[in-house]
């Protein structure tokens, strides 16, 4: 089994001088392989979720879940998978940064 974070999408939801509002997409992707592929993959998700959504930053607005992709095969093989589960980081900006 292997986990990994990778970011999504980025869009710029609003400015308000001297801010602007952005919201970020993480993917938590989890690749397992055998019998109980699905259900290893759940128990991951059950672990990391409260983890997830309990990120917060001094520019954090909210974390939210945005959905889970079908499971992705592996070259046509049922016995091995990625399952993809996506969330949504609202936070601020300085109008003319990036990250402050």
């Not at 089994?1 to 602007?20: C, K, T, Y």
């Not at 290893?40 to 409260?50: G, I, N, R, T, W």
């Not at 930053?57 to 959905?67: D, H, L, S």
């Not at 990625?82 to 990036?98: F, G, P, S």
Request: aromatic share 6%.
């Amino acid at each position: 089994m292997v986990i990994s974070v990778q970011l999504g999408g980025e869009s710029v939801e609003s400015v308000h001088p001297p801010r602007a509002t952005r919201v970020r997409e993480i993917h938590l992707l989890v690749h397992t392989a055998g019998d109980d592929h699905q259900a290893l993959a759940e128990m991951v998700f059950e672990q990391a979720h409260p983890v997830v959504m309990a990120y917060a930053g001094p520019n954090v607005v909210e974390v939210a879940e945005f959905g889970t992709d079908e499971p992705k095969y592996v070259n046509g093989d049922l016995r091995r998978q990625v399952v993809n589960k996506r969330y949504r980081i609202t936070y601020q900006t300085d109008e003319h940064a990036l990250d402050r």
